[in-house]
Structure formats: structure tokens, C-alpha cells
């Protein structure tokens, strides 16, 4: 049986072993923290995560999306939160049939971590640092945060899904021609807790993704099973770009609770720990991640986040991921265990794509804080929603085309950019999509979109 | 007297290191390597730089450029040279007053060795490997490649000077926050040596740059003192990206000599080691580094290649590094040794300029491998020089601005761009400088260019 070693047991790492499970591999994954089924707790990193079309067909191909379902819940659409508290939907998809999933990062992860589990041909290894490969001899070492032991191991094959910080990533760094880049959003998060209300009670809309846009910063909230909120604030780190509005500024008790008293009031009254939530859990860095090529040597490749780690406004982060995970099964159902072949058709499907998600997901940002709120904004959505009726195979709201479809994000980037355009001309000059011009957008459509390949 | 610790005894620390010597700091340099005036061999590395009017005032600011001049050797223009042996001389300038400077790597940082090394408060050491930086407290620890030992100094100040593989950036990584990106070009680069002719003569014209511009590929020539000239090609790596023209494809002795004499065959005649040489020497890469910030706690700061190494074509990396010496001085000058103030205003003064260079840096590989030996081109760098004679302190050619003035680089991009424009509705519909448009010219760069600040 062949050998496959996978560093690290997040949820790519989990996930693709139970992929390579099912194809009879013999797989060891090494994990360089303990093992998170052992404490519960994720102090100040209780992350939800948006689980959509594209992870849950990767959940599907190997059987086990019924069990995900059910620590999910599903989110229709954006409640935008004024600041004099007005709440206004913003619907997802085209009705209730479209959604995005609320799921918690570590409950999902230990799910997938025991689904592993149950096959006899995976193990995973905990407190296992990377500290060495040889690409050439794919040989990877692994230093024993307990025993203080160092282990090499020489399997046929090793895929790093080590995450945004990847030691197998540092490694390739020296290899000549390896292009890197890493960089920064200037602007930082912090999580804080809704709790549940009585009898475990949600004090908002369950089923939406919660939303207090303010311009040049925003809060969010995600639902929890247990009928609690993660939220999560985004603001810039530095008063030279937030002025007041900046995790800089906003250095006291006081002027903490007048930010959130007079920012986000009906947040605000549903937060009672938010002044030791706010001092105590670390300030979150937003990091977008490029490098290429991904293979090193003929048979070590990267995947997930230690090749493509984005900022997390669109929601993609996790689902790119879980799609590396369909497309390399793809690639060995095609090459077997010719893994140069393998990783080598493997990076070429992916490398795009994750280019494109990447600037879909900063993109997204300025939406999310800003636009949302924006009233020509919301008409150009309303027109989106209309000639998404009228042209279901050609004028595919880039929201969708990204989150309840699987076609690459490359093209979701390109047609989203002209179908931008196209609402900027159709919403020019009117105030009301009754007042939408359909001749001119039949024409627009034609014109920019028709002789661009076909979505199927 | 206050300790300053530099890292990197090449060209820039080198220098830096009389600058602050200068300024009576006791300045520590920590050298990798061995010391190179103990051999004289560069190996195939042999590279020779165009010192030019922003290097050449680092030197005379510490008045060392007349001890330089004597082992550089002018060059007035390009010499181009067809496939059919034809020669073309381009001017750099406007004249003969306006010229760039050969001049050896190797003899350079030598000569700047010994003249730091004049100085009582500057030492040297060499075979001295960064291990471990603590930016904190300022403490940093150097391998003895000799002896095995580690030893730990705690100066005033850190300045890493030490390239486009710096080892303290690379500790600089594990700081959140930092942004970076190496970007490799999809070509390399093989040096290759015309001897000196009979007697220690040259055998092709001394005061020039030679280049043979091929479309995608391109051989460059640069004299030595010693009669010979360095060359060096730059081409494709890849088979898909080259073709024919590729280091993949040429590997074999028979393919060299076929291209060789097919494509440089006057140069061919002039390398009588070609085949040795050429399989001999490294393939060198070619890569683009950036970063920011380039201070990391109060006291430590990245200067030259270690924070924007650069590509060749236009001849700035070192002129660039020396610059940052000039600019750092001058904030040494403003806030004495309040290094966090010095450095801070340092970073901020030179970031822009340093990509801005590396844009202008990748774009004139085009322009010297290609576009040189264009009709069109040519044509506009003509209208360029009458347009210079009729505006001189307005439209001043982009070469000029970057090589032969201290403006800064993002002022010289900006403006370079809009005059590219401002050249291209120029030359369209004409064929002869004679026909120029000098109504049409004026009211250009009265629309475009006037509005900009002004050049001084």
C-alpha cells in the first residue's frame, strides 16, 4: 500500500485524508499541536465559518456531508444593522433554496478529525513539528513537542496543508524560482460573544449573517448551534488610517463603550462581556497569501492555506480549500500514483482560481463594511436579481457564481467585472429598478457577456 | 561612542560603513563570506555595474569618488548590435558630459573594503553568519563559520545590509504584519567573457554598453579595465516560454555553437571559451524583492538589495543602494541617534522610490531586449531628445531622469509614463523626427505635464 503523509490535521489536512482513505492509501498525518478533541476551548478563536456550495460537494464525494449538516445552520441572506438599529435583508440567493452554512471552525474540525479516524488505513500524529524535508528524497522530519524525539519519515508522497504559516512552505523558500508573496490587510479583528438567551434562545435571526456596516470598519455575527453569536469586528489597526474608529485609538474602558454604545447600540446591549473580551482575546491579522509553483521536487505539493491563504470576506477560505481537495482526487484518479503528473496538473487547475478568490475575497471587504449600506448599491442588486430571471445561463450574480456554484472563480472574477460594469451603466440615472431599461440591457448582455464562454 | 552594527560587508554596508564612520560611530560590519581581497577569483559572478550620477554623489557626499573613478571606465551610449553585424550607437545623454560608469563588483567592494577599513572606528568581520536577531532588545548573534562559535552583540543600532537573501529579514517574517514578496523572472542569465585583444586591447568600442537585442532574448557586453569585456546572456529559462531560445533547450554543445554563431555571430567570434564557460557557469535567476515595513522594533532597519533587490536592466541596484546611504545619513543628520525616529522617517522616504524603480527596472527589459532595435522606438527617442532641447526642465527623458539626475524614482516613473504617452501621439502618423509637431508637442506637455511638480 502506498505511503501518503499529510502535514497538518486542520480541516484540509482532515479532510484529505479521508479522501486518500477511500482510494486504499496508507496515510499519517502529523499535526504540530495536541489534539483539539482533548479541550474544548478556542480562547478568542471561535471562528464561524461559511460552509457552501463548494465545500459541501467535497463533503458529498466522499460521503460525509449528512454528518457536517448537522452542526450547521443555514444562513438565507445578510440582516444589515443600521445605526439607529433598522434591520434590512439582503437575500443570498434566489430564494430559500440557496445558502450558506454557519459552522464552527473547531467543531467541524474534530468532526472531520473522527470521520478520518474510522478508516484503519489513516493515522493522525499530534504535537508533530515540521522541522526539515528533503524535496529531492521526499524525506520529511518531524520534532516531538513532548518527547522532544525527531522522526524522519519517507513516504511516497507529501501534501502540506499546513495552513497560512506553513513550515513545509518556509522550506521551499529556498528552492531558486519559488515566487512568494505575503501581505497584510491594515486593518485587524476581534471576536466577541452574543450569548444565547434564555433557554438557549437566539436573540437575533438565527438563519442570517448579521451585519453592522459603518463605512471603513464592521462588526459581524454568526450563529451557534448553542444559541449564541461569534462576532467579529474589523477595523483598522492604526489611528493614521481609522482616525477614532482603530483598535489604536480604542486603547481604554471608556472609550470602548462609547464606540459601541453609539456605533452598534443593539449589539452593544446583547455583549455583556465585551470590555474583557475586547482587552483580552488577541487582535487578529488578515493575511493574503500567493506563491507558485506549489509541487517541490516530484512528489511534495501544497495545499489549502500554505498556498493560498485570503482574508475571509467572502467566505471562501475553507470551501477553496476543500475544492483543492476535489480537484487533486481528480488529478490521481487520472494519473494514479505518478504523483509529479499529479501535483504537477494539480497546481496548474488550482493557481489560478486561488488567485482569483483571493481578489474576490478583498474585494468583498469594501462590500461588506461599506457598500452594503448604499443605496445605489441595493438597486444595482435589485437589477442584478432581475436580469438573473431573465438571463439564468448568462447573467449569473457574481455572489452566486462564487458561492452556490462551482464553476472556477477565475470566470466568476471575469464575468462578475463586466457584469459590473453592465449595472453601472443600467443603474445610471434611474432610482428605481422598475425603471430599468430592458432593451438597453439585452443589448449591454449581448454585447459584453454572449460571446464570452459559456457557464454550463 | 555609540555601537552600530551593520550586516553585510557588501557594496552598500561597505559603504554605509564610512558614512557612519564618519560621523564617529564605532561601526561593527559582520560578513558572511570570507574575506574576497584574499581571493580574486569571482567565479563566473564576475558582474560588472553601471555606476551612475545617484551612486557616483553617495561615493563624493564621503568623498571617495575620486579613489572609484580610477577603475571605472565610461560609457557614452548603447552600441547595438544586429543579427547581421551592423552597429548603431545610441547616446545616453546629451552629450558627452552625460555618461554611465563599467565597473567591476568585485574591484568595487574591494576598494570600498579598504577604504572603510582607513577608518580606526570601522572593523570587519568576516565568515560571520547571522543566526538569530532579537529586535526587541536589540541583540543579535553571529556563527563563526571558522571557529563554530556563536557570539551575541547588543549595539545601539542594526542595519541589515546584507542582500536579496538577507538572513535578517528572513527573522523579520516570523514578525506579524511584515509584507513581502521575491518574484522571480521567468529568464536567467550566464555570463561569458571576450578576452582583451592583442596587447590588452579592446576589441570592440571601450566607451559603450554593447547590446544584441534579439525580441525575446539579448546578449549585453561591459569592458574591463584589463582590455576584456563581460558578457552576458539573458533568455528564457523554459522550453514553453523560449522555444528554441531557451537554456532548456540549449544544452547540448553542438545547439550552443548553432545559436551562437547564427544569432551573435560577431560576438561568437569573441568568446573563445563559449562552450565551457557556458556549461560551467550558474544559470543565474533574476528576482524582484519587497517589502515593508523595513524596521522592525525601535533599532534595526533593512538598506539595499535586503529590501529591494531589483533586476539589472536599467543599471540601479547598486545606485539605488547607495542612495539609501544619502537618505539615511540625512535622517541621522535630523534626529541624531534617535534610531526609531531616524529609521522610521528613513523607511518612509525610500519605500516608494524603491518599487517605483523596480517597475522601472522590469520594464526596461523589454525596451533593451527588444525594443531598441524598433523603427518606432527609435523614432520616439529622437522626438524625446528635441522635445528635451526645446523643455529641458520640463520634458526630460525618462533615462535621464532615472540615470543622470537624483529626482526621485516615483517622480521619474510618474512622469516617464505620461511622457511615453505624450511620445506615442507624437510619432503616430509620422516617420521622421523632421516632421514633428511642435504645436501639437507644446500644447501636450502644457495639458499634460505642466500641472505636475515641478522638476528641480
Chains 1, 2 share one sequence.
Not at 502529523?30 to 476551548?41: G, K, T, V
Not at 470521520?115 to 518531524?142: G, M
Not at 513532548?146 to 513550515?167: C, L, R
Not at 432581475?386 to 452556490?404: A, G, Q, R, S
Request: aromatic share 12%.
Amino acid at each position: 500500500m502506498k505511503n501518503i503523509t499529510i502535514v497538518g490535521a486542520g480541516l484540509a489536512g482532515s479532510l484529505l485524508s479521508v479522501y486518500l482513505a477511500k482510494k486504499n492509501y496508507s496515510v499519517n498525518v502529523y499535526e504540530r499541536r495536541p489534539d483539539m478533541r482533548l479541550s474544548q476551548s478556542d480562547a478568542g478563536k471561535s471562528i464561524n465559518l461559511a460552509l457552501s456550495t463548494r465545500g459541501i460537494y467535497a463533503l458529498k464525494e466522499v460521503g460525509i456531508y449528512d454528518e457536517i449538516k448537522k452542526i450547521s445552520i443555514p444562513m438565507y441572506g445578510r440582516m444589515i444593522h443600521s445605526v439607529s438599529n433598522e434591520l434590512m435583508f439582503q437575500r443570498y440567493g434566489k430564494d430559500d433554496s440557496e445558502y450558506i452554512n454557519a459552522v464552527s471552525r473547531g467543531e467541524l474540525n474534530r468532526k472531520l478529525m473522527n470521520l478520518a479516524e474510522k478508516y484503519p488505513n489513516v493515522k493522525i500524529h499530534f504535537n508533530q513539528r515540521c522541522t526539515d524535508t528533503d524535496f529531492i528524497n521526499s524525506e520529511i522530519s518531524f520534532h516531538d513537542e513532548i518527547t522532544q524525539e525527531v522522526s524522519t519519515v519517507n513516504p511516497d508522497a507529501v501534501i502540506a496543508a499546513d495552513g497560512a504559516t506553513s513550515a513545509v512552505r518556509l522550506e521551499m523558500m529556498k528552492i531558486p524560482r519559488f515566487n512568494f508573496s505575503q501581505e497584510y490587510e491594515n486593518y485587524g479583528y476581534k471576536e466577541l460573544i452574543i450569548p444565547a438567551g434564555e433557554n438557549g434562545s437566539f436573540r437575533m435571526d438565527k438563519n442570517a449573517l448579521h451585519i453592522w456596516p459603518r463605512g471603513s470598519f464592521m462588526l459581524i455575527a454568526l450563529p451557534n448551534l448553542d444559541g449564541s453569536y461569534t462576532c467579529t469586528l474589523f477595523m483598522a489597526y492604526d489611528y493614521s488610517l481609522g482616525g477614532k474608529n482603530s483598535f489604536e485609538y480604542i486603547d481604554t474602558e471608556d472609550k470602548l463603550i462609547e464606540f459601541f454604545r453609539s456605533t452598534f447600540s443593539d449589539a452593544f446591549e446583547m455583549i455583556p462581556d465585551l470590555v474583557d473580551e475586547y482587552f483580552t482575546n488577541p487582535t487578529g491579522t488578515l493575511m493574503t497569501v500567493k506563491c507558485y509553483p506549489w509541487k517541490a521536487g516530484k512528489n511534495t505539493v501544497l495545499l489549502g492555506d500554505s498556498c493560498h491563504a485570503i482574508v475571509p470576506f467572502f467566505g471562501q477560505g475553507m470551501n477553496a480549500a476543500f475544492e483543492d481537495c476535489v480537484y487533486l482526487n481528480e488529478c490521481i484518479g487520472k494519473y494514479g500514483a505518478d504523483w509529479d503528473s499529479v501535483f504537477s496538473e494539480f497546481q496548474i487547475l488550482r493557481k489560478d482560481n486561488s488567485d482569483a478568490i483571493a481578489d474576490l475575497a478583498r474585494e468583498n471587504f469594501v462590500e461588506m463594511r461599506d457598500l452594503v449600506a448604499d443605496r445605489n448599491f441595493q438597486l444595482k442588486k435589485k437589477i442584478e436579481s432581475e436580469l438573473y430571471k431573465i438571463y439564468p445561463d448568462t447573467f449569473i450574480p457574481k455572489y452566486t457564481m462564487v458561492t452556490f456554484m462551482r464553476i472556477p472563480y477565475s470566470l466568476a472574477l471575469g464575468r462578475g467585472r463586466i457584469q459590473e460594469e453592465i449595472l453601472n451603466e443600467l443603474s445610471d440615472g434611474i432610482s428605481d429598478v422598475k425603471d430599468l431599461d430592458l432593451k438597453k440591457a439585452d443589448s449591454l448582455i449581448n454585447m459584453k457577456l454572449r460571446k464570452l464562454e459559456l457557464i454550463t
